[in-house]
């Protein structure tokens, strides 16, 4: 996953959406699904992403303005 969301942000100009601005760290309003469990319950920012696997962005609620 640490490889994988550059390369996601960068792909989907999703950054200012996803990650603190750190670079690594997810916001805690984005949620991101690797096959169907949150990223932090198959082992965070070190969880691999093989191929064939289905990595979702979720932002189930917005902030407020």
């Known amino acids: 996953m ?6 996601l942000t960068q792909a989907y100009n999703v ?4 990650l603190n601005p750190d ?10 699904v690797v096959n169907g469990r ?8 070190d969880a691999p992403i093989r191929d064939g696997d ?5 932002r189930p609620y917005a902030p407020a303005f």
Request: hydrophobic share 50%; glycine share 10%; charged share 20%.
């Open 2 to 7: 640490r490889e994988f969301l550059p390369a």
């Open 15 to 18: 950054a200012d959406l996803l």
């Open 54 to 58: 289905v990595v979702t962005l979720m």
């Open 23 to 32: 670079g690594i760290s997810t916001k805690p309003y984005s949620r991101l």
């Open 38 to 45: 949150f990223f932090e319950l198959v082992g965070g920012l």
